[in-house]
């Protein structure tokens, strides 16, 4: 499949970087203790730094509550997944564990402070777009609710939409049964293209390494 970005971004954002990391041959399952352990290490570690200095003051939330509004979207009221992790934490109200790659991905997004959506590749029809949403643009979200993407970024392929920066869709969930997925990254286009393409590289070598299989990771740009 190709990904591109759709010029109603582009044009907004001239210098927009989309992450993509197809992985195959995965085995996801519960995660190992070690993740486990880790990422609740991690978020106290968190927690207790943001009571220091307010959660917005971060860069990567900063810059993508920038382009947020930039895009026609309002950063208080739709929150980017990263953001709402990061908010969680500070209240102390920590993320639990889910499978082997959801555990990852909320991971990499709270590490990396950008939104990061993980799917079922078998759930994915034909090439992706990463698109500017309109008012047409909605689907059923993990929550069961029904979400309308307007003025939001969002991935999607020839079914239609199914995952964005604020909530993802059930379509395309990550099952113990996903055996090929794909990693839509939702760069800092603050960093180049080669530091963005280390950021991907680190995160697919580690992803593997947990959940077995082999990675391709790319930079997509406009």
């Excluded at 930039?70 to 564990?97: F, I, W």
């Excluded at 839509?184 to 959940?211: C, H, W």
Aim: aromatic share 8%; charged share 15%; no cysteine.
């Amino acid at each position: 499949m190709n990904v591109s970005i759709h010029s109603t971004i582009s044009h907004i954002i001239p210098n927009v970087q989309i992450g993509v990391i197809a992985y195959k041959n995965i085995t996801i399952s519960d995660s190992p203790q070690m993740i486990k352990g880790r990422t609740q290490l991690y978020q106290e570690n968190l927690f207790l730094e943001m009571q220091d200095a307010p959660l917005t003051t971060r860069p990567g939330i900063a810059e993508w509550r920038t382009l947020w509004k930039a895009l026609g979207g309002d950063p208080n009221r739709y929150r980017h997944s990263a953001e709402s992790l990061l908010r969680r934490v500070a209240k102390a109200n920590y993320v639990t564990s889910v499978n082997s790659g959801v555990d990852l991905n909320n991971f990499f997004s709270m590490n990396y402070e950008i939104p990061i959506g993980l799917y079922d590749a078998s759930k994915i029809s034909g090439d992706i777009t990463v698109t500017l949403g309109t008012a047409d643009d909605t689907y059923e979200a993990l929550n069961g609710r029904i979400v309308s993407l307007t003025n939001i970024p969002h991935t999607k392929d020839a079914i239609g939409s199914f995952g964005s920066p604020y909530v993802d869709s059930a379509r395309t969930a990550i099952t113990e049964q996903t055996t090929n997925a794909l990693h839509i990254f939702y760069l800092r286009p603050s960093l180049s293209v080669d530091e963005n393409m280390k950021l991907l590289n680190a995160a697919g070598n580690m992803f593997t390494q947990i959940n077995g299989g082999t990675y391709n990771a790319l930079v997509v740009t406009a």
